[in-house]
C-alpha cells in the first residue's frame, strides 16, 4: 500500500478529530484544512469546521493554497470573524486549534518570536499572533510541523512565546502527547524507527511503550483522494 509522508500526517491528524467537536484552523495550514475535512467524510460528519476566512461548514470546491481565500467561505452556514475565534475559545467553546511554531521543546512550550537571545537575536520570527491566545485557551490543541529535526525539537525554547493545552503533536516521524512529563513519544509511523526519531530530536525521548501509527487504510486513502484531488497538502513538504 503506497503513501507518502504528507498522506501519513494528514490521516493521522484527521483520526485525532471526533464527532460533533469544533475545530479551527488558521492561515498557512494545508495539513490541518485537508485533515478537518477528510475527518467529516470519514467518521465525523457534525464535526463543525471553522476556518480563518470565516467559513462555518464551508463545502470548498477547491482547496485554496493559501487556505485563507474565498473558496473556503463556498458553502458556509455563516461568517464567523477571526476575532469571534478568539472569543469561542476564551469562553470555552472550542474543542481543536491547529497551530504550530519554530521551536517546540521538551515542554511542549512553543516559540514563534525569535532565535537566539531576545533582545539581540540571529533571527526575529513573526511572532506568536493567534498562537499566544488560543494554545492557553482552545481545550486541545493540536500542533504540526512538516519537518522533524533538531532545530525544531529543542531542549528547551530560546523564547517561549506560548504554552497551555497541548494535546498532540504529530510529524512526519511520529505522534508526540503530552502529559505532566512534557512531550511522550506516542507512536512511530511505519516507515521509521526509533532510533531515526531520536536522532532527529533535540531532547531524549521519552516514552511509556514503542508503538507505531496504524497505516493509513485503502479507505482512508481513497477518502484522501476524493478531499483533495490536488494534493495540497504537499506544499508543506516542499
Request: charged share 25%.
Amino acid at each position: 500500500m503506497k503513501y507518502e509522508p504528507s498522506d501519513m500526517m494528514t490521516i493521522a491528524i484527521a483520526r485525532l478529530l471526533k464527532n460533533d467537536e469544533t475545530v479551527f484552523h488558521g492561515v498557512a495550514s494545508p495539513v490541518p484544512m485537508v485533515s478537518i475535512l477528510l475527518a467529516k467524510e470519514l467518521h465525523a460528519p457534525n464535526l463543525i469546521y471553522l476556518n480563518i476566512a470565516g467559513g462555518v461548514d464551508a463545502k470548498p470546491y477547491k482547496l485554496p493554497k493559501s487556505t485563507d481565500a474565498p473558496e473556503l467561505l463556498k458553502g458556509t452556514r455563516a461568517i464567523f470573524k477571526l476575532e469571534e475565534i478568539f472569543d469561542l475559545s476564551a469562553r470555552g467553546g472550542l474543542d481543536v486549534a491547529f497551530l504550530s511554531g519554530v521551536q517546540i521543546d521538551k515542554l511542549g512550550r512553543v516559540n514563534s518570536s525569535v532565535i537566539g537571545e531576545y533582545h539581540k537575536p540571529k533571527v526575529r520570527l513573526p511572532g506568536g499572533a493567534g498562537s499566544a491566545c488560543l494554545i492557553p485557551t482552545t481545550k486541545k490543541a493540536i500542533l504540526w510541523r512538516t519537518k522533524h529535526d533538531k532545530k525544531v525539537f529543542v531542549e528547551s525554547c530560546d523564547f517561549v512565546t506560548t504554552q497551555g493545552n497541548v494535546h498532540r503533536v504529530v510529524t512526519p516521524l511520529c505522534i508526540f502527547k503530552k502529559d505532566e512529563r512534557g512531550l511522550i513519544l506516542e507512536s512511530i509511523h511505519p516507515y521509521t524507527t526509533l532510533e531515526e526519531v531520536q536522532e532527529n530530536t533535540g531532547f531524549p525521548l521519552v516514552y511509556d511503550s514503542i508503538s507505531y501509527t496504524p497505516e493509513p487504510t485503502q479507505q482512508e486513502l481513497r477518502a484522501l483522494e476524493n478531499v483533495d484531488p490536488s494534493r495540497i497538502r504537499d506544499i508543506e513538504f516542499v
